[in-house]
């Protein structure tokens, strides 16, 4: 990262675009504590996180989802979701404890199955579902921790387009239901333009510029790097 300077606004649906190895999967990694800053500051509602460690940051309510997959495999649906809950409530270093008798953590489990449409399939292991599946158990557990700012890395990739129409109205959903920002990585254009507020365009490790849709679709700067060549010439 270099000279980036970035706020990221309540309640405003943002894009993160750029080619492959631009730093947005870096910039991401920075925000959420995974890397740490050698130089810069950060800052969450009005409080600097700069030095904070990944889960002190995940209890200000900052939360993420993974570019590769990120989930247990050998344990069920309700497992996985089971694990954040737990964390949030401050019960996941209790050896003996069932999370599956535990009523608190059982309504939270619940509405999340309901957010993410996996109820039908709660006892089934992590590993066996379909990619999509996997991808919308990802986004619960990153939004089990009830975060007020929620990075999702590359959310669509991978899918067939039914699947990316399920995910862009989950997203959606989660924004006004649960009162989550969240910000996207996605290489979709389409996801994109369909989703965003305000798109975000890195380059080279640092923000060639930002904007609404409209105005980055149009940008020469934009399609230059997409396209490798000088628009025009
Ligand atoms: N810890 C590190 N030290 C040095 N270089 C790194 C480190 N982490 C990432 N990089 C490099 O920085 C660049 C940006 O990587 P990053 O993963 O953030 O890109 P990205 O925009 O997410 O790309 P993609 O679209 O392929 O996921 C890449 O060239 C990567 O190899
Ligand atoms: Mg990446």
């Given at each position: ?11 405003v ?12 999967t870096?910039?991401?990694?920075l925000?959420t504590?995974?890397?740490?800053c ?5 800052f ?27 989930i ?23 050896p003996f404890?069932?999370?599956?008798r ?14 993410i ?17 996997q ?15 929620c ?21 959606r959903k ?7 920002t969240?910000v ?7 996801v994109?333009?369909?989703?965003s ?27 230059e790097?997409?396209l490798?060549?000088?628009v025009?010439?």
């Amino acid at each position: 990262m270099n000279d980036v300077h970035l706020t990221l606004e309540k309640g405003v649906l943002t894009s993160i675009i750029g080619p492959n190895g631009a730093g947005k999967t870096t910039l991401i990694n920075l925000f959420t504590g995974k890397l740490s800053c050698d130089f810069g500051r950060l800052f969450f509602d009005g409080m600097e996180i700069t030095d904070l460690t990944p889960h002190e940051r995940v209890r200000r309510g900052i939360s993420r989802s993974f570019q590769i997959t990120n989930i247990f495999p050998q344990m069920t649906v309700v497992q996985n979701l089971q694990l954040p809950v737990l964390a949030r409530l401050d019960r996941a270093a209790r050896p003996f404890a069932r999370p599956d008798r535990d009523p608190d953590v059982g309504a939270e489990v619940e509405s999340l199955l309901e957010d993410i449409g996996l109820r039908e399939l709660r006892n089934v292991r992590a590993k066996a579902l379909a990619h999509g599946d996997q991808r919308l158990l990802e986004i619960g557990m990153a939004i089990a921790c009830r975060p007020r700012l929620c990075f999702l890395d590359e959310p669509c990739s991978g899918m067939n387009p039914g699947e990316r129409v399920q995910m862009q109205e989950l997203i959606r959903k989660l924004t006004a239901m649960r009162a989550v920002t969240f910000v996207i990585v996605e290489h979709d254009m389409d996801v994109v333009f369909a989703l965003s507020d305000w798109v975000i365009v890195m380059h080279q490790g640092t923000v060639l510029t930002e904007g609404r849709p409209e105005a980055i679709r149009n940008h020469a700067g934009v399609q230059e790097i997409y396209l490798g060549e000088k628009v025009g010439a």
